[in-house]
């Protein structure tokens, strides 16, 4: 019985890891391909996992560790300098040597219809997005029951 429960947590718990990151991550890519291209500069990092402060350090202390932070980008959706946005990235960096700076150029994705909705098309935070899919895919299969490893 144990080991059932064990199985379900672990098949939930994959899924929820695969919908969380692989939704973002097939969008940027998604925005890529058929969407709008803009450059924007990063304006900011978000504080906390939930915190809407935006800070100017690109680090942050969490329990005694540097921990890299999430970057705050402002960019023109539109001709005029009126249409600036602002978005928020859904995931930080692999490595706190490899964050962003204040004012660093970075490649914006969005819906042409929609350009609220937009997402910091970068290496390093796709190669987050597809390892936690995969980790995400690991934990269903052991959840589903099949032979890992």
Do not use: C, H
């Not at 539109?78 to 004012?103: H, K, M, P, V, Y």
């Amino acid at each position: 019985m144990l080991k059932l429960i064990f199985r379900i947590l672990l098949l939930g718990l994959g899924l929820f890891t695969i919908y969380s990151f692989g939704f973002p991550g097939a969008k940027t890519l998604w925005y890529r391909t058929s969407g709008k291209v803009v450059e924007g500069r990063v304006s900011g990092f978000l504080a906390g996992r939930n915190s809407p402060s935006v800070q100017q350090e690109p680090t942050g202390v969490r329990k005694g560790k540097r921990r890299a932070r999430r970057p705050v980008f402002r960019y023109y959706a539109g001709g005029t300098t009126a249409d600036s946005l602002t978005g928020r990235s859904n995931i930080s960096t692999l490595f706190t040597f490899s964050q962003f700076e204040i004012n660093e150029p970075v490649t914006i994705v969005f819906d042409p219809n929609n350009p609220q909705d937009s997402y910091l098309y970068n290496w390093q935070l796709l190669l987050m997005d597809l390892l936690l899919v995969l980790f995400g895919l690991y934990m269903v299969a052991i959840g589903i029951g099949a032979k890992v490893g």
